[in-house]
């Protein structure tokens, strides 16, 4: 039997950015650290540019898991930011639930740092509730390939589905015919090769 595509949907979609942590940055070795970085923030980027409510936690930051990520505080000023005294599973939270409850929206993209535990233990409880569950694979972070991959088989096996930062853009924007100066903007800040693309197109076009 043929399954039901669940495509994300600008107006239904939410962002959770999951304890995107100095501390933990440190662990993540499956993804080189200036990738995994420029990675989370073409994440934030597109969050802001389909203006999709965003929520900020962290955990525990009075140790060893340091503060969060200081350029996603500055993207996200007045969004929603929920510090946990210590619970590991985010969704254990009352006040990420919440916040998450407050945007009216089903489905829930997801990426942190460690992906096993900070984002599958959310990420499985969403699903559990009813929640439609879109990870961001290259926007979340972990110790190996083993964690990875332990990781995803357990999520996809729940209902998440496994995503790229880039695959959520485009399936958010739907047609290019949408603003192509503005996805195209997008994709060039955190994709070298696609900024000579976009450069090439841009030449081109002015010169007609």
Request: proline residues 5%; aromatic residues 10%; negative net charge.
């Amino acid at each position: 039997m043929a399954k039901t595509y669940k495509r994300l949907d600008k107006d239904q979609a939410a962002v959770l950015l999951v304890d995107h942590q100095a501390g933990l940055l440190s662990l993540v070795r499956d993804i080189d650290p200036d990738k995994f970085k420029n990675n989370v923030l073409a994440l934030a980027d597109l969050a802001k540019y389909f203006k999709l409510p965003t929520i900020l936690t962290t955990s525990f930051e009075d140790g060893p898991n340091g503060p969060i990520v200081p350029e996603l505080k500055e993207m996200f000023p007045d969004a929603p930011f929920i510090p946990r005294p210590g619970q590991i599973n985010a969704w254990d939270n009352e006040d990420f639930v919440k916040a998450i409850r407050a945007t009216g929206k089903k489905q829930l993209i997801i990426a942190g740092v460690v992906t096993e535990v900070c984002v599958a233990f959310p990420a499985l409880s969403a699903i559990e509730e009813g929640f439609d569950v879109f990870v961001v694979t290259d926007a979340s972070g972990t110790f190996n390939d083993i964690t990875r991959h332990s990781a995803w088989d357990r999520m996809s096996q729940a209902g998440a589905q496994l995503m790229t930062w880039f695959g959520v853009a485009c399936e958010l924007h739907r047609d290019w015919r949408n603003d192509v100066e503005g996805l195209g903007t997008l994709f060039s800040n955190h994709i070298p090769d696609y900024r000579n693309l976009i450069n090439s197109y841009t030449t081109t076009k002015a010169s007609r």
